[in-house]
C-alpha cells in the first residue's frame, strides 16, 4: 500500500499533465479520470503479477489506451479519435522525460490562471499535480470538504475554458504566476512536514514530491529566481530533519528533542549551498527568511548552542514580510529560550489574532512548555489537556499525553 500511494504522490501528476497537453485543456476531467482508472487497475492486477519493471511506463500507458477507448465512445470524438490514437501509438517523443517535466511545468503554471485567486490557484495545484485528495486540500487550508469541492469545481472549469495550456516560455507572464506556485510547494512541504492529516504527523513521501517538484524549477531558467532557491533551501534543510522527526520506537519528536546525528548532513549541505544562492538581488522573501531560520537551527550541534538571539531578529523581519499568528507564536517560543518562559508567555498574550491559534494544539502546547518550565504544574497539565483533546492524529495525542505525565514528575521528558 505503501508503494502505491507514493508512486500515485509521484505519477498522477505527471501523467495528468503530459495526457492534458496531447488531448486538450477541454480534457482535463478525462486525464483525471484515466490516470484514477490506472491506479485502481494497477491494484488489481500487480498483487498477482507482480510489479512491472517500469510502473510509470506501465501507469502511462494504461492511463493514454483508457483515454483512447473513452474517446473512440464519444460520439464528438469520433472523427479525430482514431488519427489521436495513431499519434499517440507511433510518436515516442510525447513521452520523453524531458517532455514531461515541461510538460508539469506547464500544468504547474496553467493551474495559476489569473482568473482565479491565489487559494484557488495553490488548490488546483495540490489536488492536480500532487495528488491531494478534497479532505486533504481542505486540511492544507483549514478548510470544508465542501467549500474545497466547490472551490475546484470552479477552478477546473476556468481551466476548461481558457482553451490552452499555459506556455512556459511566455517570460513575463511566467513571472506573475512564480508566486503561487511557490506558495502551493511551500504548502505541499509543510502538509508532508507537520500537516492537519488524521494519518500521522509526518508523511515524508509528500516532502519528497515537493522537493522533486521545486527541483523542476530550479533546473528551469526563468523559474531559477533567488526566491526558488530560498524554497529549495528551506526544503532541504527542514527534510534533512526528517530522520529524526520520529524515534525507533516510531514516535513523534520536537526540534529540541531530537537526535541531531541524524540529521542528513548532505541535505542540510544542499540547503546551505542553495540558501547561499538565493542571495542575489533585493529581494527578500518569507522563504529566504524560513531557509534562514533553518539554517541557524542546522548549524547548532546541541539545542543548547542555537543562536536563539538571531532566531528572533529573523522571526521578527519574518513578521514583517508575512505576518500570522502561528509565526508570532514561533517567535514566542524562541523569546522563551532566549529570555526565560515568563517572557515567552508574556509574548504569546501579546499576540495579535491570538483566537486564530484556538484550535491549533500546539498553541496550548506552547502554553503548557512554558507554565511546566515555570514550575506551574497543574495549569500545564491544563494546557495539555487541551491539546490532546485537539491532536489531528495518533502520533500527535501519544506525544501530548506523554506530556501530561510529564507534569506530574517535574517535567522530564
Not at 189 to 217: D, K, Q, W
Not at 256 to 268: G, T
Not at 304 to 326: F, G, H, M, N
Amino acid at each position: 500500500m505503501e508503494l502505491h500511494e507514493h508512486l500515485f504522490r509521484r505519477e498522477a501528476g505527471r501523467i495528468v499533465a503530459t495526457l492534458t497537453r496531447i488531448f486538450g485543456v477541454e480534457h482535463l476531467a478525462l486525464a483525471e479520470d484515466v490516470v484514477q482508472d490506472a491506479f485502481c487497475r494497477a491494484l488489481e492486477v500487480w498483487p498477482f503479477r507482480g510489479v512491472p519493471e517500469n510502473p510509470s511506463a506501465w501507469l502511462m500507458a494504461t492511463a493514454k489506451h483508457r483515454a483512447l477507448d473513452v474517446l473512440r465512445r464519444e460520439r464528438t470524438a469520433r472523427t479525430f479519435a482514431p488519427e489521436l490514437g495513431r499519434l499517440l501509438e507511433s510518436d515516442e517523443q510525447l513521452f520523453t522525460e524531458d517532455a514531461i517535466k515541461d510538460d508539469q511545468l506547464r500544468m504547474m503554471f496553467s493551474c495559476c490562471h489569473p482568473r482565479l485567486s491565489e487559494a484557488a490557484q495553490v488548490a488546483l495545484m495540490l489536488h492536480i499535480l500532487c495528488g491531494f485528495s478534497v479532505d486533504e486540500v481542505a486540511g492544507a487550508f483549514v478548510s470544508t470538504h465542501a467549500g474545497v469541492e466547490k472551490r475546484l469545481t470552479r477552478a477546473k472549469q476556468v481551466l476548461a475554458e481558457s482553451g490552452r495550456l499555459f506556455e512556459i516560455a511566455d517570460a513575463v507572464d511566467f513571472a506573475t504566476r512564480l508566486p503561487a506556485v511557490h506558495r502551493a510547494l511551500y504548502l505541499l512541504f509543510n502538509e508532508g512536514y507537520h500537516g492537519a492529516s488524521p494519518e500521522s504527523a509526518v508523511r515524508a513521501e509528500l516532502c519528497r514530491e515537493a522537493l522533486r517538484l521545486t527541483a523542476l524549477l530550479v533546473e528551469y531558467p526563468l523559474a531559477s529566481t533567488p526566491a526558488t532557491y530560498a524554497l529549495a533551501a528551506l526544503m532541504c534543510l527542514h527534510a534533512a530533519r526528517l530522520p529524526a522527526r520520529l524515534d525507533a520506537a516510531g514516535q513523534f519528536r520536537v526540534l529540541v528533542d531530537q537526535d541531531r546525528s541524524r540529521w542528513d548532513p548532505n541535505l542540510m549541505a544542499e540547503g546551505q549551498r542553495l540558501l547561499e544562492r538565493s542571495a542575489t538581488g533585493p529581494q527578500l522573501t518569507e522563504y529566504h527568511v524560513e531557509a534562514a531560520i533553518a539554517a541557524v537551527h542546522g548549524s547548532a550541534p546541541r539545542v543548547q548552542d542555537t543562536d536563539w538571539a538571531q532566531i528572533v531578529s529573523l522571526y521578527d523581519t519574518l513578521l514583517e514580510i508575512r505576518p500570522s499568528p502561528v509565526v508570532a507564536l514561533n517567535r514566542a517560543i524562541a523569546v522563551a529560550q532566549r529570555d526565560g518562559p515568563e517572557r515567552g508567555l508574556e509574548e504569546i498574550a501579546a499576540i495579535a489574532d491570538r483566537g486564530r491559534l484556538a484550535d491549533y494544539p500546539f498553541y496550548h502546547a506552547a502554553l503548557g512548555e512554558l507554565e511546566l518550565r515555570q514550575g506551574r504544574g497543574e495549569s500545564a497539565r491544563g494546557h495539555f489537556r487541551a491539546a490532546v483533546g485537539l491532536a489531528r492524529n495518533a502520533m500527535e495525542r501519544q506525544f501530548l499525553e506523554q506530556r501530561v505525565e510529564a507534569c506530574q514528575d517535574g517535567g522530564r521528558r
